[in-house]
């Protein structure tokens, strides 16, 4: 097997929304710069994802210099947003932690409303630097996140991904497969790894760039979701449950913290630093 290289990274500019396939990128210490800045929040200012809008897969944001976003969907005229300024917060709740936020142009709420049929409004981050810490258990003193669900960067391997996808080929629902990298939702996906390879690993460096690998990534709804057509099936869930269950989390991937910044790109060498004596790569359970 050749030696393991960066395969693709992804940004998502607004979360949940459709991801934009990269050649490069900037790690910032709270993920990579432009990754889920802006988010959506109901008329409680609770977060909304695909859990509650799986069509927000089929809505794109195209990333803007500056922090900008450009919104589209199909058949749909586009609607640009600029950074709002921050002279006027809201708290709104992602998950089960509240962040500061600052609301986007009453234009972007209306797009985005008519969109989906529901009443949403879109919010930015604008300062990530000191707005939300990552989660005390897995993270140190200081270290903070964007609007990503709990950590500022989420790794994938393809080597893992074909061992998923052999898998549901042998499972109940073959016909679901095989399924593409896009329903995890990674913001880099290594290649030239053993399947599950990243189970086992503590520190890695993609280029330059020094990465912790903190914990597993457990998956939910969203990852049976297609999304070019925002359908939602069984798989990889019921595969997952079989072979990947870690009490009631179902885990494909794993969530990284940087320890480092700089400018990662698709073909940089992936070197593990670190490994977990404790955790071999653990293949199927």
Do not use: M, Y
């Given at each position: 097997m050749r030696s393991p290289v960066l395969g693709a990274v992804y940004i998502h500019p607004v979360k949940s929304l459709a991801a934009h396939a990269a050649g490069q990128a900037v790690v910032e210490p709270w993920g990579l710069a432009g990754d889920r800045r802006w988010m959506l929040i109901d008329g409680e200012s609770r977060v909304v994802t695909q859990r509650q809008q799986p069509r927000m897969a089929t809505l794109s944001?195209?990333?803007?210099?500056?922090?900008?976003?450009?919104?589209?969907a199909p058949g749909c005229p586009a609607l640009t947003v600029r950074v709002p300024p921050s002279d006027r917060t809201v708290t709104a709740e992602l998950h089960r932690s509240q962040v500061e936020v600052v609301p986007a142009a009453p234009e972007a709420d209306a797009w985005l409303a008519a969109r989906l049929g529901a009443e949403v409004r879109l919010v930015h981050l604008d300062a990530?630097?000191?707005?939300?810490?990552?989660?005390?258990?897995?993270?140190?003193?200081?270290?903070?996140?964007?609007?990503?669900?709990?950590?500022?960067?989420?790794?994938?391997?393809?080597?893992?991904?074909?061992?998923?996808?052999?898998?549901?080929?042998?499972?109940?629902?073959?016909?679901e497969g095989p399924l593409p990298m896009s329903r995890f939702r990674?913001?880099?996906?290594?290649?030239?790894?053993?399947?599950?390879?990243?189970?086992?690993?503590?520190?890695?460096?993609?280029?330059?760039?020094?990465?912790?690998?903190?914990?597993?990534?457990?998956?939910?709804?969203?990852?049976t979701t297609d999304q070019r057509t925002a359908e939602r099936g069984r798989e990889p869930l019921r595969t997952l449950a079989l072979h990947r269950r870690e009490g009631k989390?179902?885990?494909?991937g794993q969530n990284v913290i940087p320890e480092s910044t700089g400018t990662i790109r698709v073909g940089d060498p992936v070197r593990v630093l670190d490994r977990r004596p404790d955790r071999a790569p653990a293949g199927t359970r």
């Open positions: 944001a195209e990333p803007l210099p500056g922090g900008g976003v450009v919104l589209s990530p630097s000191h707005r939300r810490p990552v989660d005390p258990q897995f993270g140190r003193p200081g270290e903070t996140v964007s609007l990503a669900d709990g950590f500022p960067l989420l790794l994938t391997a393809r080597g893992s991904l074909d061992a998923l996808n052999s898998l549901v080929a042998q499972g109940e629902h073959p016909h990674p913001n880099v996906v290594v290649e030239g790894t053993e399947a599950w390879a990243e189970d086992g690993w503590r520190r890695i460096a993609i280029g330059e760039v020094v990465l912790r690998v903190v914990k597993p990534c457990g998956r939910c709804v969203i990852a989390e179902l885990l494909f």
